[in-house]
């Protein structure tokens, strides 16, 4: 066996982004050494990006890849700490909202310069515009998803919907008849990432806004009003699964795949958890239920090179490697996302899937997060609104205005 060139280490969740030690040694060398902070999406994560690491190496004996898993709750204040400490990576994987902000700081390098027109062929054009700013490319698409609607097959078909909830009407309805019976209606996120994202859904579908064409806060609507309300009415009426600012994202996920949930809406990544974890599971998949129109989200996650870097070239040469088909192919299976390369996209594994075709039937009325410097701000004091009504300490209206106030300071 030859010497194990790279390091793969996760880092802990307990008051912060503690690093705990390698998980297998790794030998001193003379090669480059490119430092890649990835973010967890499963256990499949590390191992891959390790598998990934690896077979680099072995292509490119002087470079090294060292691969450190940090959980996404943690990981923008892990990258700052990071950043502020002087112990930058070469390369990491970001919420690609959060980029306009390193790029305002000055942290992350233009990609443009490294990329020959072949690799940039590669991506779907509609994947790359949230990684570009000023014209200028900071952010390759590692993942992208939307978002729909799951629903449990046999707990919808006695509710009266066999073929799912179509508006949030619908939805009510659903759940009240689920209400009762040993399991939950509607699965409603209340806390950490995305527990804002879960109410634009609704704030979307009924015709809102986040931001107006000045860049200021636009939530506080009546649509943005009239979706709090459809969910704290829920929350109220039993509804949901009950102490909703106790779930985050993967508790509703393993509710879901339990069987103890009618519907919740997540994205695609759940159908692999599904065939892995709840094989015998009955589902299917409808789109965000509408209100007064039809929307999702969109979102992506970025790879990107920070400035400070010595060895740029090699990690670039790093990333030519992962945006090639086979490691995109086997990563998108392995986690679920939608392809971002257009030859992923051929793949049969992806044009023939029609539960994902779902999705990509979706992303022609998406929403994307804004853009814009301050915006990670905004969302903590969505966030705080939202817990806030939903635990019955402010009403909806009121909630909402003193957000937006907050943001109107910030943006």
């Known amino acids: 066996m030859g010497r194990q060139m790279t390091g793969f280490r996760r880092r802990a969740v307990l008051g912060g982004a503690a690093a705990l030690p390698l998980l297998r040694p ?27 690491a690896q077979e680099f190496h072995k292509a490119n004996p002087s470079i090294d890849v ?76 590692i993942a992208a998803s939307a978002r729909a609607m799951f629903y449990n097959k046999a707990i919808m078909t006695k509710a009266g919907f066999p073929n799912g909830p179509a508006t949030w009407d619908d939805v009510v309805a659903a759940a009240g008849k689920i209400k009762g019976t040993g399991v939950y209606g ?63 994202r993967e508790d509703l996920q393993n509710l879901f795949k339990q069987g103890r949930l009618g519907m919740v809406i997540t994205a695609p990544f759940l159908i692999g958890q599904i065939a892995k974890e709840s094989p015998n599971l009955q589902y299917g998949i409808v789109p965000v239920p509408k209100g007064t129109t039809q929307s999702t989200y969109a979102v992506t996650d970025s790879i990107v090179m920070f400035k400070s870097s010595k060895v740029k070239k090699s990690a670039f040469k790093f990333l030519d490697f992962i945006f090639s088909k086979q490691p995109r192919v086997l990563f998108n299976k392995n986690e679920g ?57 402010a009403q909806p209206a009121a909630a909402l205005k003193h957000a937006e106030e907050q943001a109107d300071q910030v943006l």
């Open 337 to 393: 996302f939608l392809p971002t390369t257009k030859a992923v996209a051929e793949d049969p594994y992806f044009a023939g899937d029609p539960r994902l075709k779902v999705f990509v039937d979706l992303m022609p009325r998406a929403h994307f997060a804004p853009v814009i410097v301050g915006w990670e701000d905004v969302a903590k004091d969505v966030i705080d609104a939202l817990q806030s009504v939903y635990l019955g300490n």
């Open 186 to 248: 509607f699965g409603l996120q209340g806390k950490e990432i995305e527990t804002d994202v879960y109410w634009y859904y609704a704030l979307w579908s009924y015709g809102g806004e986040l931001v107006n064409s000045q860049s200021k806060a636009a939530f506080d609507s009546p649509a943005g009003v009239k979706a709090l309300t459809l969910y704290k009415t829920m929350i109220d009426q039993g509804l949901t699964q009950p102490g909703v600012t106790g779930y985050n």
């Open 66 to 141: 060292k691969i450190d898993v940090v959980n996404w709750n943690v990981l923008l204040q892990t990258l700052q700490t990071d950043i502020s400490g002087g112990t930058t990576p070469d390369l990491s994987i970001i919420g690609t909202r959060w980029l306009l902000d390193f790029v305002k700081d000055g942290v992350a390098e233009p990609l443009d310069s490294y990329m020959t027109p072949e690799i940039k062929e590669r991506f779907v054009p509609i994947f790359l515009q949230p990684g570009s700013i000023g014209g200028k490319i900071y952010g390759l698409p």
């Open 26 to 52: 790794t030998w001193a060398s003379a090669a480059e050494t490119v430092n890649f902070v990835v973010a967890e999406y499963s256990n499949a994560t590390g191992p891959y990006f390790e598998q990934m």
